[in-house]
């Protein structure tokens, strides 16, 4: 057999992963390393949530995208949402929350420390989300609810990029992190955990992930993990943002949001993500 | 009640224990953690760990037959007590623990296997979960 020697086809342009995953394993918020190194309390304002700091390290963190600490501690009836409000309500510089419903026993050390970390990288995962707008540090005193097991900034930093790359391996497309979601019909569904039913019972079109974490009393990352995993079983599918407005007649502008485009590029990277 | 370092103390108060660690399955990251762990990475431990015992908390085959699977959608407590895991030097102790709030934890020992009794750390770990997250 004669075996002709060919020339390989060059190689399909790749971008390059390796390099831009170092690149964002540098810093995730240069400000924030700042903070820390000069031991700085206050709060960091982000485009999508706020990090508490004392001395340095991070003891509380909010994000409107992630369901807050009350609601995971009342959806379930861990706490009522009287004993809540009034430890809210007489919390003091002095004599945070946290404080206050230790020292009342409403609820165990340990209960309290879990469900609060669980919070806090759960909001700083969103607070520390790339943004398109700088963040704003106020200089002042710590959050209302008072420390309880401030977290150092780079191990913050460090799970939040871990909690990025997670999240892609399980489905490269990040669209279904916060449009609204839909039902889709699988052509084989797997079998479901009985979170992920949970989940999928709620999508109707209108609720985004977080919507369903609020809804559920649950981790907006958990949810994340669960929408994510849903969605590569193509059970549900993420609603494609919405037209952008037409221009002004007179003005011709590239158009650049092609749905068409929009789905190759889609494409592109789930294949290169295989 | 004990918060989490306090807990974690008192696991390494087990016989043979090497290290101890309060993990989230879902997201991989551990809360607390006391003492040394293989390959001298904690982070990296955690992780794995934390793949394995999602991947045991998700399997129906090891679900007890009376445990509410999908039908009533809130399965509140964890399907699986504990995982087991021995190697030719040591023993590996993974503790899920059941909160009154939504979380995904569980309490990991890694005890020495030439000190460590494995009946006596399940019982001793069982006991610490349900006092960890007293409500």
């Known amino acids: 057999m004669t075996v002709v020697g060919t020339t390989p086809p060059p190689r399909l342009p790749v971008r390059d992963k390796a390099a831009g995953r170092h690149r964002a394993g540098g810093e995730v918020s240069p400000m924030l390393t700042r903070l820390a190194a000069e031991r700085a309390t206050g709060v960091l304002e982000r485009e999508r949530g706020t990090l508490y700091l004392t001395e340095g390290r991070v003891a509380h963190a ?213 | 009640m004990p918060g989490i370092d306090e807990c974690l103390l008192e696991a390494m108060r087990l016989p043979g224990a090497r290290g101890a660690a309060l993990v989230d399955w879902t997201s991989g990251l551990a809360l607390g953690t006391v003492g040394e762990f293989p390959g001298g990475d904690h982070e990296a431990a955690a992780a794995e760990a934390a793949e394995v015992a999602r991947l045991t908390a998700e399997q129906r085959a090891f679900t007890p037959g009376d445990h509410d699977d999908g039908s009533g959608e809130e399965a509140a407590d964890p399907p699986v007590e504990d995982l087991i895991i021995s190697n030719r030097d040591s023993y590996h102790v993974l503790r899920f623990v059941p909160t009154s709030f939504d979380s995904s ?30 409500g």
């Open chain 1, 62 to 274: 909010e994000s409107p995208l992630a369901p807050g600490l009350d609601v995971l501690l009342l959806t379930h009836g861990t706490l009522d949402a009287g004993a809540w409000r009034e430890a809210v309500e007489q919390a003091d510089e002095e004599h945070g929350a946290a404080r206050l419903l230790l020292g009342a026993g409403r609820i165990g050390q340990g209960a309290l420390e879990v469900c609060h970390l669980g919070a806090l990288y759960d909001a700083a995962y969103f607070a520390l989300a790339p943004s398109s707008t700088p963040g704003r540090f106020r200089y002042g005193t710590g959050h209302p609810f008072g420390a309880l097991r401030p977290v150092a900034v780079d191990a913050l930093e460090r799970e939040t990029l871990r909690r990025r790359a997670l999240l892609h391996r399980l489905w490269p497309d990040p669209l279904p992190d916060t449009a609204p979601l839909l039902r889709a019909e699988p052509v084989a569904a797997p079998g479901l955990t009985a979170r992920q039913r949970a989940v999928l019972a709620r999508v109707d079109g209108v609720r985004t992930a977080s919507d369903i974490a609020r809804a559920l009393g649950r981790h907006a990352f958990a949810t994340l993990v669960d929408v994510r995993r849903l969605a590569a079983a193509g059970l549900l599918t993420a609603q494609f943002p919405p037209p952008v407005p037409q221009p002004p007649p007179g003005l011709t502008l590239p158009r650049v949001n092609d749905p068409d485009i929009t789905l190759l590029k889609r494409l592109r990277d789930a294949l290169e993500a295989l």
């Open chain 2, 105 to 134: 934890v569980f309490l990991h020992v890694w005890l020495a296997r030439s000190d460590g009794n494995l009946a006596l750390a399940r019982i001793r770990l069982g006991e610490m979960a349900g006092r960890l997250v007293l």
